[in-house]
């Protein structure tokens, strides 16, 4: 898989894809990353990449030129899946989205910034328009890296069998069911018996039982869906 970024912060970006799972994905081929910093498709000396918005109005806007210069570069190289927005107003990511896009060969993630893109900027290029959440955030950036690492770590072969993504909250519509490790006891507070029972199929039952009721209690939305 490939990803690409547009966005003017690129500093802001780079950390989460310099640690952990998603660097290990990275160097072992799984997924490709590039950043595109906007402003090096700027037409003017001061590299502007906004401007005010017709109409009036506080906030600036983000100007169509650059990002079709940028998004029409990457075309011509190769065939695009999404071309997706990161947007308060789009749709909420949730773990359905995340399944859908690691089984894609490429995508590029456009960062809005100030108060968004010209609107013909999403009417033109841009596929699908995703959310992380009802609040609004300084820039896409950050929702851009939240959306990568949700994807990254389900591309077939990113998490080996300990971090199976399979075993996630969400991934059955059930929040996951409590976890323990050593020691059995830890200041009279005791890992549940049925844990350290040895029998498989108990266990198993137990788990369920309790990502239900965990579920129920605390978003029982999820079991509406
Ligand atoms: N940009 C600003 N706020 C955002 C949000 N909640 N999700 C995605 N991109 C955003």
Known sequence: MRIDIITVLPELMKSPFEASIL??????????????????????????????????????????????????????????????????????????????????????????????????????FVTREISIGDYVLSGGELGAAVLCDAVIRLIPGVLNDETSALTDSFQDNLLAPPVYTRPAEYKGAKVPDILLSGNFAKIEKWREDQAFERTKLRRPDLLDE
């Open 23 to 124: 660097q290990r994905a990275i160097t072992k081929g799984h997924v490709e990353v590039h950043f595109h910093n906007l402003r090096d498709y700027a037409s003017n000396a001061y590299k502007t990449v906004d401007d005010y918005q017709f109409g009036g109005g506080a906030g600036m806007v983000m100007m169509i030129e650059p990002i079709d210069k940028c998004i029409s570069d990457l075309k011509s190289e190769r065939d695009y899946d999404e071309i997706i927005y990161m947007t308060p107003d789009g749709e909420t990511l949730k773990q359905g989205i995340a399944n859908e896009l690691s089984l894609k060969d490429n995508i590029i993630i456009l960062c809005g910034h100030y108060k968004g893109v010209d609107q013909r900027v999403r009417d033109m």
